[in-house]
């Protein structure tokens, strides 16, 4: 599994990249994205190892059902 940096680093804006962590996550511009489209609840977290704040959604697949 990618290292959370490595996630963050992906996120241009361009494409919504989805994490299998037990359940979907998605993490900055992929969670706004989905967000607008599906009632999720967007978590807010500081990551001292990043020395930033980290934005992301968790959900069970079954959510995305219907987008598109």
Partial sequence: MAALQ??????SG???YLYKQGALAAYEHSA???????????SMKIVKK???QVVSVGFLAATLVGIG
Avoid: C, F, G, M
């Avoid at 490595?6 to 996120?11: A, G, N, P, V």
């Avoid at 994205?33 to 967007?42: A, D, G, P, T």
């Fill in 6 to 11: 490595e996630k963050l680093d992906r996120e």
């Fill in 14 to 16: 361009n494409k919504i």
């Fill in 32 to 42: 706004l994205i989905l967000s607008r489209h599906r009632q999720l609840k967007i």
């Fill in 50 to 52: 990043l020395a930033q």
